[in-house]
């Protein structure tokens, strides 16, 4: 089976189309696996939520999912996340907020676990270090586990002398030839932080066992574009030619 493994879409219909484009150009999917955040930040959630939908899929809850549909407060949001937030609920018709209400927070398939922050903390935790890592290969059984909310592409090996070790997410990485486990983090969709504005995404294929990561330009002005238009903030409009 071939998976596409997205995360962090965030309303970033453009960039998310040009995935789609990218991963059907690469052999295509059997599935997407999406990691959360499909909304909050761009300027198309609805449209974002609709297109995902129109695929097989599953989909895990993330914090601005849940901001979305106020099942989480903003108050822990930065100034420019919340008002993007609060203006992505007034997008949301029955349908999407229905959708969203839905999404679990984590899911295991084969022998991975999905989450959007953490296996230890689903919505709010990032892993961005190895002490953090190291202590969430506790939280979960698989010896895979796949991750978003940070937008940085990245993986953590546990080895089987126990220690843990941080890498960049290689083109390709071989899953069977790993001695130990691995938290996976396949980048951002929607908005890129690593400085790389292209979308991150990955594809995992269970024959082989490889995980293939892709950068994928697509058009961020159009996006950028509907952003001046709908009126979001400029540092969330700005930030998308930085990759931050
Ligand atoms: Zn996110």
Redesign the pocket.
């Known amino acids: 089976m071939r998976y596409a493994i997205l995360s962090?879409i965030?309303s970033n219909l453009a960039a998310f189309q040009a995935v789609l484009l990218d991963a059907g150009d690469r052999g295509g999917f059997d599935e997407i696996w999406c990691l959360g955040?499909v909304v909050?930040y761009g300027p198309d959630p609805v449209e974002c939520i609709r297109l995902l939908r129109q695929y097989p899929h599953i989909c895990i809850a993330?914090?601005?999912d849940w901001a979305a549909i106020d099942k989480v407060d903003t108050s822990d949001f930065n100034p420019d996340a919340a008002a993007a937030a609060h203006w992505t609920s007034g997008q949301l018709g029955p349908e999407e907020v229905e959708y969203l209400e839905t999404l679990p927070l984590s899911l295991q398939r084969d022998d991975c676990t999905l989450v959007h922050g953490s296996p230890r903390e689903p919505i709010w935790e990032y892993v961005l270090s190895v002490s953090t890592a190291a202590a969430n290969f506790a939280c979960f059984d698989t010896s895979f586990c796949l991750i978003?909310?940070s937008?940085v592409p990245m993986v953590f090996h546990l080895g089987l002398d126990g220690v843990c070790r941080q890498g960049k997410l290689p083109g390709e990485l071989p899953l069977r030839q790993q001695e130990g486990r691995l938290i996976i983090n396949c980048g951002?969709v929607g908005?890129p932080r690593d400085g790389d504005p292209r979308a991150s995404y990955a594809i995992l294929d269970t024959g082989p066992g490889i995980v293939h990561h892709f950068r994928v330009e697509y058009d961020i002005h159009a996006t950028q574009r509907k952003m001046i238009g709908v009126g979001l903030p400029h540092r969330l409009i700005d930030r998308l030619s930085l990759g931050w």
């Open positions: 962090d965030h955040d909050g993330g914090n601005h978003g909310h937008h951002g908005q």
